[in-house]
């Protein structure tokens, strides 16, 4: 079993950064997908970028593309997203989730996830 801590959340002006990490414990997951999903209140939960474990490629949310970065230190079983340029529209709980099933952008395939971290972004 693997438990995902998210940490790096707060409050930060429009136009301000912030750097997610996603801590693991349990097993390795160095074959894992790793993935950031988002949740605002009232709203649906929603893909943010996921990593696979191969060729370290990344995928992204036309919503957060060529704002975020996502990578991953397997050695040290931390995942994270860095965000820049944030908008109002980025405010949400920010999850991390990890899945066997490689570069899914689908929630429900995911099979671990963490508590979540608040993000506020004020105008």
């Known amino acids: 079993q693997v438990q995902l801590l998210e940490s790096g959340g707060g409050l930060v002006q429009a136009g301000g950064s912030l750097r997610l990490s996603c801590a693991a414990s349990?097993?390795?997951?160095?074959?894992?997908?790793l993935a950031w999903f988002r949740q605002a209140p009232g709203k649906d939960r929603e893909f943010v970028a996921a990593?696979?474990?191969?060729?370290?490629?990344?995928s992204y949310a036309d919503s957060v593309k060529g704002r975020s970065t996502i990578s991953r230190d397997n050695a040290r079983n931390i995942l994270y997203l860095q965000m820049n340029s944030l908008k109002p529209e980025d405010t949400a709980v920010y999850y991390c989730?990890?899945?066997?099933?490689?570069?899914?952008?689908?929630?429900?395939?995911?099979?671990?996830w963490g508590q979540g971290t608040q993000v506020t972004v004020s105008s």
């Open positions: 990593i696979s474990w191969g060729v370290l490629r990344p």
């Open positions: 349990g097993r390795s997951f160095a074959t894992y997908t």
């Open positions: 989730a990890a899945t066997s099933v490689p570069m899914s952008t689908t929630d429900g395939l995911y099979s671990y």
